[in-house]
């Protein structure tokens, strides 16, 4: 019997300067990158800890923590691949994600369709299955105050 599995991931990253900003997999031109042990792509943060909730896997944190060296500034693509590995492991394939990113700055819809390529390259699946929407917190907390990025990331995976 096919096992269907639903993970949600929500992740938030300060912005930090003399920091390159990288989302989804790119480098995005910015004045400011995001605070982080990794390369803090908070995009692929989120969207690691749905598949691994979705898998029954835990967090990024736990598998990646940022008390290891092993993982400083590393590129988060890398953990991507290895939360894929992970979920693959255990028999899964992701059906779909649907990732929701909350930033005043920079505006990120020019950039969408090349972050849905590179991450569906990484993980090797159709870029159909990746959606990824940009919208604002209304000028409201935290994101409204541009102090940092937030992102909410739904993934269904399948069991084979």
């Known amino acids: ?41 908070v995009i692929i943060h989120a969207l690691c800890d749905a598949l691994l909730g979705a898998a029954n896997e835990r967090n990024i944190g736990y598998h990646f923590p940022d008390t290891d060296d092993d993982f400083k500034n590393i590129d988060s693509k890398i953990l991507l691949e290895r939360t894929l590995k992970i979920i693959r492991d255990k028999n899964f394939e992701l059906g779909n994600a649907d990732i929701t990113v909350c930033a005043e700055n920079p505006k990120l819809n020019p950039f969408i369709p090349q972050m849905k390529t590179c991450l569906a390259q990484v993980m090797k699946v159709d870029v159909e299955d990746i959606s990824i929407k940009a919208t604002t917190s209304e000028k409201m907390g935290f994101v409204g105050r541009e102090e940092g990025i937030a992102v909410y990331a739904t993934v269904l995976i399948i069991q084979y």
């Open 1 to 41: 019997m096919k096992k269907i599995r639903v993970g949600f991931g929500y992740d938030v990253h300060a912005f930090a300067e003399n920091r390159e900003l990288w989302l989804g997999g790119i480098k995005l031109p910015h004045n400011k990158g995001l605070k982080g042990h990794s390369d803090a792509d």
